[in-house]
């Protein structure tokens, strides 16, 4: 993946409504900085966030028949979330289907791109 395509990965996580506020701002700042000298450093800091933040499809799962997932989404969009991470799962998947983890987990998959 080249550096292009990658800028468009760090778009789609910022623009997801799945994006949390912190993660959606470091992704603005960093794409404010390419090509300036402070480029490097927030690809190392955006690198590190993505790697906590980018969920599992377990991770997910177990967060959409949670309690709190009801509270925030309602019981029964709470469990359509849990079936689509079921069936996102079964299908072999590894990482949570929203927008800003499949984006996020294709920068980290190229992470090096970033860090030349």
Known sequence: MDKQ???EKVKEIVSAPSCYEGLRKLGEDWLAAIGTDAEKKLSEKLIAALKEDVSSID??????????AKSIFGSEEAANLAKKAEAFKAAGNKICFCPACQAGQAVLDNRSVLLK
Do not use: V, Y
């Open 5 to 7: 395509t990658l800028i």
């Open 59 to 68: 991770a997910s799962l177990a967060f959409f028949q949670s309690d709190e």
